[in-house]
């Protein structure tokens, strides 16, 4: 691939800015982390009839894994807090994001699976992009809030008490997993697919 | 196996193959070691890209780390959540690392409680002094590290009473405890001196049984179950941190809720 199929868009001719590649992959190893974690700490005392087959867990065995967890979350929060600060900060969100219009994300969606929608422009976000983007960091915030009242229950107990008490937010906590593993299923799957906006989360265009 | 119903009725026998699972591997030098316990990172690379003893010693700071983190977060006067007496979960889950049946007996007509360390009274507590200690009640949420939570009503004495008379300097750093089947914990003073931190000999206002801790448990709602040692017969304050039994084997050591 040359390097004149690459819509030049951002101002300073990067699709990604510097701050977004590093924040997106110090995200990316730090949920891996939590994720491979969290498994196994759900596997200790299951919410639904299954568990997570070991092999893919991280950690050894409880102890080990709420280690992994409660290390990695610290990487996962600040560096969120940087990125959403950020996002904001220079409109990104803003611009990249928004609008999300219903309308779009049903014409959009229908030409995706149809296999129309068009992927040229790697610095424009299509409906249903926008729509994952901004889902997925909203899943995010729910789920390091939900894991946080699950950590502190007694001293944070009002945070607790907004995801409906303790027990409520383990179940709010596998949810916001699940929507968060969901979509990096999609998210990697596209990557694959068009390799080009892998190399732009790289270098940046 | 998997039949597992977190809350209510939450199954004992289940519980207890629980506790036994929680155990490391004996084979395991340290509970990081070997490639299959680095799964995700180790699947994804091909390859051991973090040894293990090294992530062990990080992994441990960070967590002496988040004790510092949970101190300086801790409450003196924040009180956990109480509950009406319909909430109490019954019926109450029996959790420890061995079976039911292999609970400690300990008979209560020559129990003492051995105190030491900086106190100005080491004398000995027989049950009857004990139970005649002033009582107070609670009906909390205990929280267990593996995620599930069973609510209880416990009646005892407020630990800092317990402090005060035996004449503990609570300018110490720990209060160490050890209980009648080799157990121990140390927590930090401050959860000692909390209001909710009580010395429990009731459970739901009936003598505590033996599968709850006879004669005597430290119930803790600001920490986590394994921080709520049962059938105590020692309890020492201290400035030197003794460890605990679930703490030494990678359990953080603050564990608070």
């Known amino acids: ?205 | 196996m998997r039949q597992r119903r977190i809350i209510p009725g939450v199954d004992a026998n289940l519980l207890i193959k629980d506790a036994a699972k929680l155990m490391p591997d004996a084979s395991r030098r340290g509970f990081l070691r070997g490639a299959a316990s680095l799964g995700a990172l180790t699947l994804l690379t091909g390859c051991d890209i973090i040894d293990g003893d090294r992530a062990e010693s990080v992994l441990r700071k960070v967590s002496e780390f988040n004790d510092g983190a949970q101190a300086a977060l801790f409450s003196r006067t924040k009180l956990a959540p109480t509950y009406p007496e319909s909430a109490i979960t019954k019926p109450f889950p029996f959790n420890a690392y061995y079976d039911e049946d292999e609970a400690p007996e300990v008979d209560g007509k020559i129990y003492k409680l051995e105190v030491a360390g900086l106190v100005e009274n080491k004398k000995s507590w027989t049950l009857d002094e004990l139970y005649a200690l002033p009582e107070v009640s609670q009906i909390t949420r205990h929280i267990c590290v593996e995620g599930w939570s069973a609510i209880g009503s416990w009646q005892g004495t407020p630990f800092s009473e317990f402090l005060k008379r035996i004449g503990a300097d609570t300018r110490a750093k720990y209060v160490w405890f050890k209980c009648a089947e080799g157990y121990t914990n140390t927590i930090d003073m401050p959860t000692a001196l909390h209001p909710q931190t009580q010395m429990t000999f009731k459970f739901a206002n009936r003598i505590l049984p033996r599968a709850y801790g006879f004669p005597m448990k430290i119930r803790i709602p600001t920490k986590l179950g394994f921080k709520n040692p049962k059938y105590v017969v020692a309890v020492e304050v201290t400035n030197t941190d003794k460890g605990g039994y679930w703490e030494d084997k990678g359990y953080n050591w603050f564990s608070g809720l």
């Open chain 1, 1 to 205: 691939m040359t390097a004149e199929t690459i819509p030049m868009a951002a101002v300073d001719g990067s699709i990604h800015p510097r701050w977004v590649r590093v924040c997106h992959w110090i995200n990316a190893l730090a949920i891996l982390v939590m994720i491979g974690s969290g498994w196994q700490i759900y596997n200790a005392s299951p919410l639904f009839d299954f568990e997570f087959p070991k092999q893919i867990t991280l950690g050894g065995w409880l102890a080990g894994a709420l280690l992994w967890h409660f290390a990695a979350m610290w990487v996962v929060v600040i560096n969120g807090i940087v990125y959403v600060t950020l996002g904001i900060a220079t409109g990104r969100f803003r611009r990249k994001l928004l609008p999300i219009r219903p309308g779009d994300v049903i014409a959009d969606m229908k030409a995706a699976l149809s296999f129309k929608l068009a992927h040229d422009d790697l610095s424009h976000y299509n409906a249903v992009q926008r729509l994952l983007y901004a889902g997925v960091i909203i899943a995010g915030i729910i789920l390091v809030l939900s894991g946080i009242s699950i950590w502190k229950p007694v001293q944070l107990q009002e945070l607790t008490a907004l995801f409906g008490g303790y027990d409520a937010a383990r179940y709010v906590h596998f949810f916001a997993m699940a929507a968060v593993v969901g979509f990096l299923i999609v998210h990697v799957a596209l990557a694959v697919i068009v390799p080009k906006s892998l190399r732009a989360m790289i270098a940046g265009r």
